[in-house]
T-cell receptor, first 117, second 110 residues
Framework: GAVVSQHPSRVICKSGTSVKIECRSL??????MFWYRQFPKQSLMLMAT?????????EQGVEKDKFLINHASLTLSTLTVTSAHPEDSSFYIC?????????????FGDGTRLSIL | DAKTTQPNSMESNEEEPVHLPCNHS???????IHWYRQLPSQGPEYVIH???SNVNNRMASLAIAEDRKSSTLILHRATLRDAAVYYC???????????FGQGTRLTINP
């Protein structure tokens, strides 16, 4: 089955640090990747949709200058949390799918737990 | 707005069938019904999806009502590893974004 790898799985860093999270589709080409955030005991919230080679589309209330998304290839998207603060501590999850072939399921990474001290 | 309604929690016993309901009374004619599940500290896992007809795969079955206003995810023989939060989601054609609701937390008793 389709595999999405997310790295790192856990990050602990000081306030003010920028953190980059990678999302790779290992055995398929992902024309679209999605980034979600999940706070404890809550559901997943979509942050942005990223199509290969174009700018990401951010959901309302998500700061595009704080959460930088790059989707330069069909197998890699990155999320950079710039100048992270404790309130950015969360579980970040990416997913990937293939556009244009009917209604395709999304394949999720195992998430990155970000803790800002 | 997730546009689906699920019970907050359900409980079942190991090796018994589990029927997880989902209401999507305002579903459009082109929306698919997707089910994902999330184990603790992991990303969601795709379970099954369908449009009108009932669907079966190695993980589960999806029974869709004739009027498409509701559906039921069926785990034929629950194991302890099926304990997770199950999300029922409406999604349009193509690689559409998913809107997650609160899902149903399924507990499996040994």
């Amino acid at each position: 089955g389709a595999v999405v790898s997310q790295h790192p799985s856990r990050v602990i860093c000081k306030s003010g640090t920028s953190v980059k999270i990678e999302c790779r589709s290992l055995d398929f080409q992902a024309t679209t990747m999605f980034w979600y955030r999940q706070f404890p005991k809550q559901s997943l919230m979509l942050m942005a949709t990223s199509n290969e080679g174009s700018k990401a589309t951010y959901e309302q209330g998500v700061e595009k200058d704080k959460f930088l998304i790059n989707h330069a290839s069909l197998t890699l998207s990155t999320l950079t949390v710039t100048s992270a603060h404790p309130e950015d501590s969360s579980f970040y999850i990416c997913s990937a799918s293939v556009r244009g072939r009917g209604n395709q399921p999304q394949h999720f990474g195992d998430g990155t737990r970000l803790s800002i001290l | 707005d997730a546009k689906t309604t699920q019970p907050n929690s359900m409980e079942s016993n190991e090796e018994e069938p589990v029927h997880l309901p989902c209401n999507h009374s305002t579903i459009s004619g082109t929306d698919y019904i997707h089910w994902y599940r999330q184990l603790p500290s992991q990303g969601p896992e795709y379970v099954i999806h369908g449009l009108t007809s009932n669907v079966n795969n190695r993980m589960a079955s999806l029974a869709i009502a004739e009027d498409r206003k509701s559906s039921t995810l069926i785990l034929h023989r629950a194991t302890l590893r099926d304990a997770a939060v199950y999300y029922c989601i409406r999604a349009g054609w193509g690689a559409q974004k998913l809107v997650f609701g609160q899902g149903t937390r399924l507990t499996i008793n040994p």
